[in-house]
């Protein structure tokens, strides 16, 4: 070894390029070893979650709310106390701290000091759940006044099927709102940005839900404003529409008569909304769940609560599968299809889902098989910590999470998820982000030109009960 | 000492808070004040007794019937002196002199570590951001003798960071 050394000593280039590569050895070896450990806490996490949308006998407390899965039973869990510190960062980061506290609330983990921490977060989700049925009532009274009627779209919608208000973490209200009415109804919403609180997502219609939106939303809403109506929009939204379902807003307090908003007695949230039918829901998540890359649990609890509510045991004649394929060409259509079953047997392989019912649909084989680097690629999300700070830092983080997210680049491109090499999809992501690059060149130059102090930080933060709520306001896509 | 009035009966502050009641524990949101509070059984108690009507040592007989906890009117002023201070009580400053400021450890020395299953508790909701929930290090981060590394990482010594 020493006589290598020193034979190298004579070859000063040789010595340096041996050098860099036993560095960039060291590093590959390093990375690899930390997509196993992340893959390995994901693993946990999948674990701490499964099945931890069900309302178990054993463990329920509350009865369960309307259109919550009864009679599943919640599997033992096997996981220490040292395993459940090691994933509260990521727990409380993607907005499964709830669930996992409901998960644990009646095993010797829930009087740890990780069980403590997700007991809070629960609690705070709980007061949030009824903060944010307060804001939805008024934003739909906004909206109603102009004569608009719109739909929402998950948040709400899905998290009024969980047992207990305070499982899922609340992000933006997303509403729908038809084509042609859009311009009013960002009008109508207008006053929100000077009332705190309030984070509406308005969508038109139905047709670019899930996808990847601009950084800038006013900069979206005011293209959006001049675009010309799509008659293929107007129809989506009549067909979805029609469809669409009316359930009453305050249902989530059927259960517990004793929880009320008491501030101003006007504005308890009562009334209805109206959300999507169970098949396009459905499809709805699914979509949404690949578009985002599977980054956060939550989302894959909803699909496997949803898929569990829709009882495909006893009732699996009447799920319309040609709705929730959506309409458009075949070949949209079957795409759908791909995803939808590629989600549906995410939420059975990774948080054990009851899929049973679907054993005879045309979805039972690929719910059964996955693509093989599937459930590695999203395990590797959910054990990944994500840059917080304020600075370039995120972009370039950004920027290689985009590339680390073979599901997100699949979905991206509007591929399908099988078998076949992930490489092709990545690079035509990167590719189709291209025009992007230059916006982001200026904001990256921006926050180091323009990086304001610490106070303003907080400053600029929103008011109200927005601030409070501020910590775990998810960003949705 | 300070005389019991009319002034000290209690009464809950109704307006501005978003309540939730879950089991075993009340839930309070201040909108004006944008904070949150938990409130244990006792407390809940002794809060939802607050109607202006009724006074402490009758406060005090109720919960002595709800909890199957030996109860006095100290335990309910300490209580109300809680609740007072994180402005859930209609009139601030309701609670005499005398019983304010009393400690939970002067209550036990009192009445006996019976009193102490019964101590009202009040407290504000935190919920963890991702970064004070980590008790041990993540990849990357440098290793310090107070934080472990989170296992299974362990620490690279040349560049002191858990990798």
Known sequence: ?477 | MERITREHFPRMRKRGLVIDDVPDEVLVYDLDRQTAHCLNRTAALVWRSCDGKTSAPEIARRLKGALDAPCNEELVWMALDQLDRLHLLEQSGSVPAQFSRLSRRQLIRNFGLAAAVALPVVTSIVAPTAVQAATCQPSGNPCVPSKLCCSPLGCDVPNGKCF
């Open chain 1, 1 to 477: 070894m020493c006589q290598t050394a020193n034979a190298f000593k004579n070859f000063p280039l040789l010595e340096s390029c041996t050098s860099k590569l036993s560095q960039v050895i060291h590093k590959v070896g390093r990375g690899v070893s930390r997509i196993r450990d992340r893959q390995e806490l994901g693993l946990r996490v999948s674990e701490l979650l499964t099945g931890a949308w069900r309302d178990s006998a054993q463990t329920s407390n509350q009865g369960p709310r309307a259109g919550s899965p009864r009679g599943m039973v919640v599997p033992v869990l096997n996981l220490s106390e040292a395993e459940l510190t090691d994933i509260l960062p990521l727990l409380c980061e993607s907005g499964a701290g709830a669930l996992g506290w409901w998960r644990i609330r009646n095993t010797p983990l829930a009087n740890s000091a990780a069980g403590g921490q997700l007991h809070e977060v629960y609690r705070r989700h709980r007061l949030s759940a009824l903060i944010h049925e307060r804001e939805i009532a008024y934003v739909l009274s906004l909206l109603r006044a102009e004569g608009i009627e719109p739909v929402l779209v998950k948040g709400w919608a899905i998290a009024r099927l969980y047992p207990d208000a305070g499982l899922r973490p609340y992000g933006d209200i997303d509403l729908c709102v038809r084509p042609d009415q859009f311009a009013q109804a960002s009008a109508a919403l207008e006053c929100l940005e000077e009332i705190d609180g309030h984070q509406v997502d308005l969508h038109c219609g139905f047709t670019r839900i899930g996808q990847t939106k601009p950084q800038d939303s006013r900069w979206e809403i005011r293209r959006l404003r001049r675009v010309r109506i799509n008659q293929d929009d107007m129809d989506v939204w009549d067909e979805l529409f029609d469809r669409s379902q009316v359930v009453p807003l305050a249902e989530s307090k059927v259960q517990s008569p004793k929880s009320k908003v008491m501030s101003e007695p006007g504005a308890v949230a009562t009334g209805f909304v109206r959300i999507l039918c169970d098949e396009d829901h459905l499809r709805l998540l699914s979509l949404h769940l690949l578009r985002s890359g599977a980054r956060r649990p939550p989302w894959l609890c909803d699909v496997g609560l949803l898929v569990e509510s829709l009882n495909f045991a006893s009732r699996a004649k009447d799920f319309r599968w040609d709705v929730c394929r959506g309409q458009g060409s075949d070949r949209t259509a079957n795409r759908n299809l791909n995803w939808i079953a590629t989600t549906i047997g995410l939420a059975h392989h990774l948080l054990g889902a009851d899929v049973s019912g679907i054993a005879n649909t045309i979805l039972a084989e690929r719910v059964r098989n996955l693509p093989h680097w599937l459930m590695p690629a999203v395990l590797s999300q959910w054990g990944g910590r994500r840059v917080q700070s304020p600075t370039s830092m995120t972009s370039l983080s950004s920027l290689y999470s985009r590339w680390d997210n073979p599901v997100r680049a699949t979905a991206a491109v509007g591929g399908q998820f099988n078998n076949w090499p992930r490489l092709p999809y990545r690079v035509a992501e990167l590719v189709t982000r291209l025009p992007e690059v230059p916006r982001q060149l200026v904001s990256l130059v921006e926050q180091f030109a323009v990086r304001p102090p610490p106070s303003e930080v907080r400053s600029g933060s929103p008011a109200g009960p927005a601030r409070w709520l501020t910590d775990f306001r998810l960003t949705e896509e």
